[in-house]
């Protein structure tokens, strides 16, 4: 028998809709809209467009007829953004992108007061400035007629399932994400709100990945002459959904989901609140089944999507299949990196920023284009190794593989650098883990698969799987000691 879902994929760039058929134990995945995620600035505030957004999402489902019936929707995006609805469920602003600058100085200010070690100790979340806690303590203070107007607080995800079917709720895997969650009760932290200031009541309730929320609203189907269908809250964070598509059952497992963030990390049966594991700045995020996401948030692909936005900018419209080509053609390891150095999150000109690194690090200064490519892809693998070695220590495990996942693993040279820097084999797939993940989710909703271990056989045999072995051990030992020496005393 046949079944399909509608699964939307919001990045951080841009988002899709994809129809998942599960037929004779395979999952099948085709596309049926794609678009383009373009933030706005307006003055000095950086804004995601979610009205446009939405205009895509409409657009998806009316495509959709055109392709077979589908019983269930279900949005995964990315984490920590929120919108606030007035007391008439009405949207009162676009939300803050979380590149916004603003929220360096609220996570300051914050902390001067709620120190991290505390925070952590009742979220388990890792220190980044864009976390929610920081943008409500920045929406309080500067912008607090919102709050004073609020009937209720949406994540992001949430946000477009309230479009759809005018359900309020938070998906446990998002909620997770904004460092306002107890880690251990998986509510919202009364004590974190009482701090802000603001009624923890305006939170909507935290759901379960895989809560069925109800049913499109007859309204927006005649809107768009569409038929009902049901309206799924999945994994709705991007990684918790990508992680989900992780093809194994193994009881310890090490994966990267590439994308526009590089996110490593092992599932727990419950958080990790160790020091070291605050000290590393890991997190502890949630994921299907009331599991724990253990990871460590790493700059990723943002800085290769970002230095192709400047050299397009600049009349050079490389693919980015050109720039790992032009990579390859360069030495290795001439120059490294700290990706996750602050200078690097603010979109403009990652380049002349790569460049500003190695000169003040005293390293040989990239000059072509693949120079810059090749330091960027090595810093990454280098930093999947530092990232992957405390990981390890922390959990007090060996991982005998690497699982990579996501976009990201289009980038052959990734993967390869990957298994050399990490000394372990590396297993690449599937490429779409994030919606393949919202899309077995679905299926466990409506009944059609029984289980995640079921979910993960289902996608091992549906789809396929690369594997890559480490190699040139001496020339990754003596390159981690390089970046040892330069990154150790910039961001980490």
Request: glycine share 8%.
């Amino acid at each position: 028998m046949k079944n399909n879902v509608l699964a939307y994929d919001f990045g951080a760039s841009s988002g899709r809709a994809m129809l998942g058929t599960l037929e004779d134990g395979k999952i099948k995945i085709e596309e049926i809209h794609r678009f383009s995620n373009d933030p706005v600035t307006v003055g000095n505030e950086y804004y995601w467009d979610v009205l446009r957004l939405w205009h895509e999402i409409k657009t998806g489902l009316v495509k959709a007829k055109a392709f077979e019936d589908y019983q269930s929707i279900g949005i995964d995006t990315w984490g920590v953004s929120f919108g606030v609805v007035d007391k008439d469920g009405s949207l009162m602003a676009n939300p803050l992108h979380y590149r916004d600058l603003a929220f360096e100085k609220a996570e300051k200010e914050f902390l001067s007061e709620f120190p991290f070690e505390k925070l952590y100790s009742i979220t388990g979340i890792q220190k980044i400035a864009f976390n929610t806690v920081f943008q409500l303590y920045n929406m309080k203070k500067n912008k607090g007629y919102i709050l004073d107007n609020a009937g209720k607080i949406l994540l992001i995800s949430d946000i477009f399932n309230y479009f759809l079917c005018g359900e309020k709720s938070a998906d446990f895997s998002m909620a997770s994400t904004t460092s306002l969650m107890n880690v251990r009760t998986r509510q919202w932290d009364s004590e974190i709100f009482d701090f802000l200031g603001i009624d923890k009541n305006l939170m909507c309730d935290i759901k379960m990945p895989g809560t069925v929320l109800g049913d499109i609203s007859g309204s927006l189907c005649e809107e768009l002459m569409i038929k009902p269908a049901k309206v799924v809250s999945v994994a709705s964070h991007d990684t918790a959904s990508a992680v989900i598509a992780v093809p194994s059952n193994e009881k310890n497992i090490a994966y990267i989901s590439c994308g526009t963030w590089s996110l490593l990390g092992t599932e727990l049966d419950k958080p990790n609140l160790s020091k070291d594991a605050m000290n590393a700045n890991f997190t502890n995020e949630g994921g299907y089944n009331g599991s724990v996401r253990f990871l460590k948030n790493i700059m990723g692909l943002w800085l290769i999507q970002e230095s192709r936005r400047h050299w397009k900018r600049e009349g050079n419209d490389y693919s980015f299949a050109q720039l790992e080509e032009l990579a390859c053609q360069c030495k290795p390891f001439e120059s490294i990196i700290d990706v996750d150095d602050t200078r690097f999150s603010p979109p403009g000109d990652i380049p002349g920023r790569v460049v500003q690194f190695c000169r003040e690090t005293g390293q040989k200064v990239p000059r072509t284009v693949g120079e810059i490519m090749q330091c960027i892809y090595c810093s990454l693998a280098l930093k999947y190794r530092d990232a992957f070695r405390n990981m390890e220590k922390i959990c007090n495990t060996h991982f005998n593989t690497i699982h990579m996942v996501g976009g990201g693993i289009k980038d052959t040279l990734l993967c390869r650098l990957t298994a050399g820097a990490c000394g372990v084999p590396v297993t690449a797939g599937p490429v779409e883990a994030t919606v393949i993940g919202n899309i077995v989710t679905q299926f466990m909703a409506l009944g059609h698969i029984k289980s995640i271990q079921d979910a993960r056989k289902i996608i091992a045999d549906s789809f396929p799987i690369q594997h890559y072995l480490p190699e040139n051990e001496r020339e990754f030992e003596a390159a981690f000691e390089k970046y040892l020496k330069i990154c150790r005393g910039t961001n980490n």
